[in-house]
């Protein structure tokens, strides 16, 4: 049995920052995103802050094949065991952003997160939370698409026949302060971004665990 203890220098310094902050800005720049969400941690002595740096030449993980990553990865050291902060920014959010982006993004945030953490010899890792920040919101017309449907096939013999599928119950989650990764149920925040006059989105979170 390999036993395999914590050791930040075992880690290229390319892949991660140290943040000798309780303040962490998150931002993204392309056009899909243009913003910025400013993270407020408690000032707790004993804990450090690693920010996981977006890899320039695709070679993080290639062998998966889920290797889509959400746009920041924060991990929050208490001793040897941590909490995990997973963030995705959005202009926009809508169903298919929602099911078939952002959901994918934070899957392969976490295991981009999970190798991370296992070559530094982090092995309990006490929390994980995600966070979808966004400008525009579309979707409650959705989900009351979903609902809709939910109460037809509830109701209705024939419409017993056409039961949810998986992207609607996906849909419906979003109204939830959890979400599915991987078999299991973790927090969810959904962070309302504010236009400033550069038209990027900003806002802040404080974490309180």
Do not use: P
């Amino acid at each position: 049995m390999i036993n395999v203890s914590y050791d930040l220098k075992r880690i290229k310094q390319d892949y991660y920052c140290i943040i000798n902050s309780s303040t962490i800005l998150i931002d993204e720049t392309s056009d899909d995103g243009r913003a910025e969400l400013t993270m407020e941690f408690q000032k707790t002595s004993g804990r450090q802050f690693i920010k996981l740096l977006r890899e320039t030449d695709h070679s993080w993980l290639g062998y998966l094949e889920n290797n889509s990553c959400a746009d920041g990865i924060i991990i929050e050291l208490i001793g040897t065991s941590c909490n995990l902060y997973i963030v995705e920014l959005k202009r926009t959010v809508n169903d298919q952003k929602w099911t078939g982006k952002i959901r994918k993004q934070f899957r392969g945030a976490t295991l981009r997160a999970l190798a991370f953490l296992s070559s530094l010899g982090i092995k309990d890792i006490m929390n994980i939370e995600y966070f979808t920040a966004y400008v525009t919101s579309y979707m409650d017309q959705h989900i009351q698409a979903a609902k809709a449907k939910q109460k037809i096939s509830n109701s209705s013999i024939i419409g017993k026949k056409a039961k949810l599928g998986i992207k609607d119950e996906e849909v419906l989650e979003w109204e939830l302060d959890e979400i599915t990764v991987f078999n299991s149920k973790f927090t969810h925040h959904k962070v309302e971004l504010q236009r400033n006059a550069n038209n990027i989105g900003i806002g802040n979170f404080i974490v309180n665990n």
